[in-house]
Structure formats: C-alpha cells, structure tokens
C-alpha cells in the first residue's frame, strides 16, 4: 500500500504540534524547577520554625496527683480555634486574646474538678481547629485591622500562648494529646494562596515550633504538624474509643442559618463518612464560622465551635451576626461517647 502524501496542510500541523511538544516539555521542565524550589523553601521555613522554638524556655509543671479510683476514666476534649491572633477590633487584640486563653483555663480547671468528684479524668485532646492567627492579606485592608505582623503572630505571640495553654493542661491533667488542622487565615499569600506551596500554611508553622518544643516532655504527645505536599486539611483521631473528624471548615459554602451553613456543613459531613474520609469517625467538629453550633447528622453529630475574638464589625455590618466569644470542652466516656458538652463563654 503506498504511503499517504503528505499536503502542505499536514505538514504545518506537523511543525506546529512539534512546537506544542517543545513547549510542553520546557513548561514541564519549569515546573519540576519550581516545584523543588518552593519544596526547598518550605523546607527551610519549617527548620526555621523548628530553630524558633528553642528560644522559648519553659520548666515543665508537676504533674496532677494520681487518681487511684478504679471507676471507669472519663477523657476531657478542649477545642481551640479562631483565635484571629494579630486582629485588632475595638474589643479585642492579642492581649486579650491571650487574657481570653487563661480565663478559659481557669474555667475548663473548675469544670473538670467538679467532673471529678464523680469519676476520675486523668487525660486531656486538646484540638486546635486553625485560624490560631490572622495573617495579612486575605481580605482587602486587613493590614490595617492587625496589632502584629505574621511574624509576631507565628514565632512570638502564638507559641506562647499556645505553650503556655499546654503546660496549663499538662499540670491539670496526667497527658496532653495535641491534635491540628489548618486554617484559611494561615495560607500564606492571602488572595493568591493557591499559588503556594500546599504545606505553606502560618498555622501549620506555628503548630510545628510548638510541637518542636514538646519533643522532650514524655507526657504530650502531638499528631504531625502537616502531610508532606498537601495541606493538612483534615484529621481523625481517636478520644476514649471514639473517632473525631476535625478540620476547620472553610471547605463548606451555603446559606447561612442564625450564622451557620447547617445544610452544606451537613451534606459534607455525610460525604466524608460515606467514605470519602477513609477513616471511620463518630463525631466531627469544624470553626471558620465563629459561631457555637450542634446538630444530628444521620447517626453522626457535629459541632461548630466559636472563636475567641469580639466586635467583628464585618460581621456585624455584612452578616448581621456576631457571637459572644466562647470554646467547646467535652468529656468522652468510654462505651457511652460524649456525655457532657460545656460551652465555655469568655469576656
């Protein structure tokens, strides 16, 4: 069979798709380049995260005397979230956000001693939900409305105050569990995040300084700080046998309910347990929303926790909402799940 001729038309189609595939293979090449350089510069962001959290000195607290009752061990779960560190509103900056921390403290010790005259708890998951800082430039003018920089927010102000809320735990109770998940106020970049690196989030990077510094105390134990090339979006762990779904939840956009997307929350949530979040989980608990919230999702239930700032006039002016500042703390039994649930109103 003879060869098909070759017209001039076939011929440009033959120079231009050889010009395609030069093309493709230099942008691939770029992008391989570029990749490792912003792998690189991730990772020298968190060996400096990790270099930071040597200059925070701390003596670890005596711990709590035992408890040798031989009743069943309630577990207590603290959730942290939204502390917006760095905002400044005419009610709230990172003094208050901080003097917001120890009230809370100083609360969650009084509720726990009365839990205990009933039944031990001796452990303690302290869930940090994201948002732990503001940033800088995620909404237009917001370096006006910040009494610190993401630098300060990161490495000063935040390890201490989330420091100092572990060693606060650590003398309440016999261990501290540390689990995390990001926020969309870490994401780094502001308006333009999604050209960064997926690991690129100032939570994550606060998150690490502390867990670097707890690396010597036997009694924290802390998930990891990010999943390597993916934001750590999400996580389940396990409380007294029961599995938490944490993550913060800007991933749900729907119409809001007294200041909540119930509908689209619950729809996610129902997503994930059918499966697309392979492990299996019994609660779930989100914050983005500033806004203390629970409802029944099928067999599961979830909790939307609130935040610790004040006067957000955005959300008074736009939203026509605004929440009294306040975070969840649970205690989990084993065999019978959550059987108390505080919401623990700060001022």
């Known amino acids: 069979m003879p060869l098909p001729r070759l017209t001039k038309n076939m011929l440009e189609q033959a120079v231009i798709i050889d010009e395609l595939r030069g093309n493709l293979e230099h942008t691939v090449a770029a992008l391989d380049d570029e990749k490792k350089r ?138 501290v569990y540390v689990h995390w998940v990001k926020g969309n106020h870490g994401d780094i970049g502001g308006r333009g995040r999604r050209e960064m690196h997926p690991e690129s989030n100032a939570d994550a990077m606060l998150y690490e300084i502390v867990k670097a510094r707890l690396e010597g105390e036997p009694r924290v134990k802390c998930d990891p700080t990010y999943v390597e090339n993916e934001g750590l979006w999400y996580s389940v762990s396990e409380a007294a046998g029961y599995g938490f779904l944490i993550f913060h939840g800007y991933q749900t956009q729907g119409q809001n309910v007294l200041g909540y997307p119930q509908y689209a929350m619950g729809k996610k949530v129902m997503g994930w347990a059918s499966g697309a979040v392979p492990e299996h989980f019994d609660y779930s608990i989100s914050a983005h929303y500033h806004t203390p919230f629970r409802f029944n999702v099928g067999r599961l239930t979830h909790w939307g926790n609130g935040t610790t700032e004040s006067s957000n006039t955005f959300a008074q002016e736009s939203l026509a909402a605004i929440s009294r500042p306040s975070q969840w703390l649970f205690f989990v039994h084993p065999g019978l799940g959550v059987v108390a649930e505080h919401e623990v109103r700060l001022t």
């Open 38 to 175: 912003t792998g690189k510069l991730v990772d020298a962001v968190y060996r400096a995260a990790h270099a930071a959290s040597l200059t925070f000195e701390y003596t670890p607290p005596a711990p709590p005397e035992m408890d040798g009752r031989d009743q069943t061990a309630e577990v207590a779960c603290i959730f942290m979230s939204d502390w917006q560190l760095g905002k400044k509103t005419p009610t709230y900056d990172s003094d208050v956000c901080a003097a917001r921390i120890r009230q809370y403290v100083d609360i969650a010790r009084r509720i726990v001693d009365d839990r205990r005259t009933s039944r031990p708890v001796r452990d303690v998951h302290l869930f940090c939900l994201g948002d732990m800082i503001e940033g800088e430039l995620i909404f237009p003018g917001q370096a006006h409305r910040i009494d610190a920089s993401l630098f300060r927010q990161v490495c000063v102000y935040g390890p201490e105050i989330l420091l100092g809320l572990v060693l606060d735990l650590l003398a309440m109770f016999d261990n």
